[in-house]
């Protein structure tokens, strides 16, 4: 039997449930890679695949089936075939012909956004202080929390003003004419599902967000809000499983791979810097903000400085500084960025800053005790 809700508890997830939603949305980005492929299959293959420019002149286009022996139809900026129009195949349109390096290029774009969340996700460390403080929250930033996954990455590059309706990639149907005349319309589909892109759709879909969706409207359809009362999903989360209360973990002195006196003078150097927080004789936390992959950087660092063993360092930091993402710490090293570009990984400026003092700090240290002897 759980202990009873109340107010003042903290809450994790199970990795767990981390672990089994990004293996999903990973095997629905697959689906949405092989619409990016069929769409750079029909850009490629396009004016008998001699098209190399990708934004090709009329004149360019029309020279190409001319030399095929097709038939022009000017009027309506068509081409067909002399033999016979039997299918699709056997007529072409400029503005169809043109469609597609925009089709694609929108598919590819959606793809590496989301490509770009999932890694973010699977890396981001789980911090629901965001649904915590408010008063309300939305049904999309709980939803990110019963599935294992941090909401905190909500306003953060990649998911800035982020929605489950959001239309980034939307375009305007691209009107063309076929060989008769017939007037035609094309357009991406990749909000088709009811309006929303396939990994959005996806995840309405899950029973989670019916559970949401009946939690806010009181089961009453004519209710619907996106909102919901943060402490009313919190209980409700908490009471069917899908949080858990944080309880700070005490860590075993014995089993200490760099020993204690080394432990206590790198907790008071990342004390010092403001990198952690809590009793030395607890598992130490990270302060609100810092990221996984900085964990991976001083682990990298203390290493580098010859101020801990080479043999399973990350391993080793485990034992010291509380870890809870299910992505390896040793891969921990390219999920963060300072820039505009979500697809350029570095580690955040302000991090590897205090964590080189910190370093250099333990580097002083050693060195004056080497002389010492």
């Keep these: 039997m759980i202990k009873e809700y109340n107010k003042e508890m903290r809450f994790i997830t199970s990795r767990e449930f981390t672990h089994s939603t990004i293996e999903e949305l990973k095997d629905e980005l ?96 789980f911090d629901i202080r965001r649904i915590e403080e408010l008063t309300d929250t939305t049904i999309n930033e709980c939803l990110l929390a019963i599935l294992g996954l941090s909401p905190s990455v909500i306003d953060k590059v990649g998911f800035e003003k982020f929605s489950f309706g959001e239309r980034l990639f939307e375009i305007k149907d691209i009107e063309y004419q076929d060989y008769e005349g017939n007037d035609l319309t094309i357009n991406t589909k990749i909000y088709a599902n009811d309006g929303f892109g396939h990994i959005e759709w996806c995840l309405r879909q899950k029973e989670e967000y019916i559970l949401l969706e009946r939690l806010a409207t009181r089961g009453q359809p004519s209710n619907f809000s996106d909102f919901i009362r943060s402490e009313k999903f919190l209980k409700w989360a908490y009471e069917y499983g899908y949080l858990i209360e944080r309880v700070f973990k005490i860590r075993n002195i014995s089993d200490s791979p760099w020993g204690e006196d080394f432990a206590l003078k790198l907790y008071q150097e990342l004390v010092n810097v403001g990198y952690i927080r809590g009793a030395f004789e607890y598992m130490w936390e990270r302060v609100d903000g810092m990221s996984e992959s900085s964990l991976h950087y001083l682990t990298n660092e203390l290493v580098n400085a010859d101020l801990v063993p080479t043999k399973h360092p990350f391993a080793s930091i485990e034992k010291y500084i509380e870890y809870n993402s299910p992505k390896p710490l040793r891969k921990q090293y390219s999920e963060n960025t300072d820039s505009d570009n979500p697809n350029e990984a570095k580690l955040r400026p302000s991090e590897s800053d205090l964590l080189d003092r910190a370093i250099t700090k333990l580097e002083l240290d050693r060195d004056n005790k080497l002389k010492e002897k």
């Excluded at 490629?44 to 097709?70: P, T």
């Excluded at 009027?75 to 349109?93: H, I, L, M, Q």
């Excluded at 089709?103 to 460390?125: M, P």
């Design 30 to 125: 697959e689906t949405v890679k092989h619409a990016v492929d069929y769409w750079f299959g029909m850009f490629k293959n396009r004016a008998f695949g001699e098209a190399k420019d990708g934004n090709l002149s009329y004149e360019e286009w029309r020279d190409i089936y001319i030399k095929n022996c097709w038939v022009e139809v000017l009027e309506f900026r068509c081409f067909y075939n002399p033999k016979g129009v039997t299918n699709s195949d056997d007529w072409a349109s400029y503005e169809l012909d043109k469609s597609y390096l925009t089709i694609w290029r929108k598919w590819y774009q959606y793809h590496e956004r989301w490509d770009f969340r999932i890694a973010k996700l699977e890396s981001e460390r």
